[in-house]
């Protein structure tokens, strides 16, 4: 293409509200032919909500004080959900020492009042030593059949209650997926949530294809075997475990709304965080430069 139709496919990017890093860009753009699209933040709203309170072996009030305690030292949209429920429904929280987040597992933190609270899946809580009983698997497993997120959490030896997050799926993720699909475009959905929950957004959005309970290091290696297929692949996230990701993949696509590593490691940024555009761009590539066949 000319260093004209560049620079006009640059321009028109910018009215439709996409960021792109180069000219260059656009040549990758109009090649892709998978979309990999993360659920949290990029499907959904990435707004979540606490819907449901199990408490096995505590009180409901001493599970969310300890939960939210220990979540109020994570940026994590769970973490949001579940300090805004715990402090509305029973005042100011705990005071925490430390908290050490563990990327697509939950969090850890040391409470000043003593106890080490561990909060996110199952298998995060049993890493660090704490049994899970059979009546909190119990409600875990209930949570998620119902299309929630089951978040676990647990101290002095033992997982003691669960806490069901929803998400709301955005309006316009359905139409995206259309339109990507009319592009003749693969869309599947990446995710480090569990499968039960991602094919429950999955079908409400029209996509097919779920990659569920990836932990953030391994959404590179999903990229790496798809190219290694034969796949051009393009990547939408918003999140910091997105990020590696974003950079491997032959098209990284940002949400404007998303955090700024997944924007600094992305060549497309869609500025409003409108999925839709993700086409759009596609289409803009293909115009500016030619489609390929
Ligand atoms: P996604 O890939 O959908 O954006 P993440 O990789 O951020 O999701 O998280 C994957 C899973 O890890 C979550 O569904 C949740 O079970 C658990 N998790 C991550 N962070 C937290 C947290 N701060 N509190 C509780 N659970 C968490
Ligand atoms: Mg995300």
Redesign the pocket.
Known sequence: ATPTALMVGTGRGAQLGILIKGPEVLEQTRRVDTVLL?????VTE?RMAVVGVAAVGATEAELLRHAGAA?SG?E????RA?VTHAATATGPLPAVDTVT???????VARLTSGPLVV???PA?LEAEGLSVPAAVLAAHDAARAAGH???VAGWDGEARGVLAVADTVKVTSADAVRALRELGLRPVL?????EV??RAVAAAVGIDEVIAG???EE?VAVVQRLQAEGQRVAMV???V??AAALAQSDLGIAMGTGTDAAIQASDLTLVRGDLRVAADAIRLARATLGTIR
């Open positions: 993360d659920k949290t933040g990029t990435g979540e994570s994590h949209p769970i973490a579940v987040g563990r990327a697509g597992l939950g969090v909060v996110g899946q995060l997120t089951a978040v990446l995710t480090g949530d569990h929950t991602a990836v932990r953030p959404k996230g918003d999140g475990n997105d």
